[in-house]
């Protein structure tokens, strides 16, 4: 959290007592540097980022690391987990044959998203690193240069371009409008849509918890205590529920970005 | 107030243009992620996956081929019991019909002994009847002779003539017994 959202916590600022609310914002997605080396500001969601690759890599390292034929516990959680990734995900999409080369990418991004998202509700982290739209955009980038270069490497330089403008014969005259919607939509419209779509519901989600959370303690002043009680139950209803979303978010960034690998692999588009 | 007029400066972003170095930790954040994972867990586990699942194959080949066996050794045993049941049903008609021989040959057996009795019997009854017959026939003559001479007087000097006298009169009374047995069987 920003160093003015702690302010909040930390002053006697409330209700009735002539003391404005001081509203959760953009602000508070800005963090001054941990610190600096060389001209190079290492914030908070860097750090986090960098923890991400700590728990996913510690975590798969517990669970694979000596993998045995008769699993551990931790194997087990690891196991269902990469099953849900390659079945439920890449081989849906891309069926087995297929999708095996793309299943520890996919693997690796989901489990990567879905905890940079999780430190939303981790006390003290608490806050989702892909609502600083560079991660999000980075993947989402890395996964545009993916379908780009299967696009041109499976149907050649002509075969690419009619691929990603839905060129089709039998449209006739609409053909050359619905080329210019293609065209824009999946070149320049959908790696936006795709990165902000996680970025988006992150940035709400925490924004959402700020809210609720910095209301209860503004709202503890009086009779104004009821309205800090139902803001508090709030709280706790919407990290529940951005419990939920971080695992879906980053399952729809995964389920997306192995529909966009499938649309470059198919014959037609 | 202190806290505002800070805000106001760290505002100036807009959220949606990425900033470059949060932009390049978080790919090789991932990178690393994918680095390990792709390189080293993932065949990790890949290879005891595919390990799992041939044992498991295995162990369903192991078991098919048991109930193979054990199905084999079903049909053979029951195979043997329907061998030995033909066998103790054969042995059961053999031995019947065995004790129907054997009853049979005892029974003409008794038939044949009780003929030979029988025969015996008749003979030796056919024997006493004729010798006693040839006794009597002795006595009679005799006492016939006897008694005609006391009568008479005198004894009868032809004693040839006598005898044949005496054997007619025998002859008419057998033959006279013997028709009249005749009589009584055809009347029976």
């Known amino acids: 959290m920003s160093a003015e959202t702690m302010l909040a916590f930390e002053t006697d600022c409330h209700i009735f007592s002539g003391c404005g609310f001081d509203a959760p914002g953009l602000h508070n997605f800005v963090f001054k540097p941990l610190f600096t080396v060389g001209g190079f500001e290492f914030n908070k969601p860097m750090l986090l980022a960098l923890l991400s690759t700590g728990v996913v890599v510690w975590f798969f390292w517990a669970a694979f690391g000596r993998a045995k034929v008769v699993p551990g516990k931790l194997q087990m959680i690891g196991e269902a987990g990469y099953d849900f990734v390659r079945r439920g995900l890449v081989y849906d999409a891309l069926g087995k044959k297929e999708g095996e080369k793309y299943v520890p990418f996919m693997v690796s991004l989901f489990f990567f998203v879905w905890i940079m998202n999780l430190w939303s509700i981790i006390p003290v982290a608490s806050f989702p690193v892909t609502s600083i739209i560079a991660f999000p955009a980075g993947l989402a980038l890395m996964v545009y240069v993916l379908w780009v270069f299967l696009t041109f490497k499976k149907h050649g330089f002509v075969g690419a371009w009619k691929n990603i403008t839905g060129y089709d014969k039998s449209l006739g005259w609409v053909l050359p409008l619905l080329m210019v919607i293609e065209f824009f939509s999946n070149l320049i419209i959908r790696p936006f849509t795709h990165a902000v779509r996680l970025f988006a519901n992150m940035f709400a989600g925490h924004l959402l918890i700020l809210m609720f959370t910095v209301a209860s303690w503004y709202l503890l002043n009086g009779i104004g205590f009821v309205y800090a009680g139902a803001s508090f139950v709030m709280t706790i209803v919407m990290t529940a529920f951005e419990l939920f979303i971080q695992a879906v978010q980053a399952y729809v960034f995964v389920l997306l970005a192995c529909n966009y690998v499938q649309g470059a692999l198919a014959e037609h588009h | ?188």
């Open chain 2, 1 to 188: 107030m202190n806290a505002l007029a800070n805000m106001a400066a760290e505002v100036p972003e807009n959220p949606l243009i990425p900033p470059i170095p949060e932009l390049v930790i978080g790919l090789i954040a991932f990178f690393i992620v994918f680095g390990i994972l792709a390189k080293k867990l993932l065949p990790n586990i890949n290879r005891v996956l595919d390990e799992r699942r041939k044992q498991i194959e295995g162990r369903m080949e192991e078991a098919e081929a048991l109930q193979a066996e054990a199905q084999q050794v079903l049909a053979d045993y029951r195979a043997q019991l329907a061998d030995a049941r033909h066998e103790a049903a054969r042995l059961r008609q053999e031995a019947q019909e065995q004790g129907a021989t054997l009853i049979a040959e005892m029974r003409a057996e008794g038939q044949r002994q009780r003929e030979e009795i029988i025969a015996a019997g008749h003979a030796q009854i056919e024997a006493d009847r004729n010798q006693a017959a040839q006794s009597l026939r002795q006595d009679v003559g005799k006492l016939a002779t006897d008694l005609a001479g006391k009568l008479v007087g005198e004894s009868l000097e032809d004693h040839a003539r006598q005898s044949r006298t005496i054997d007619r009169f025998l002859d008419e009374l057998e033959d006279k017994a013997a028709s009249d047995a005749t009589k009584a069987e055809a009347g029976r």
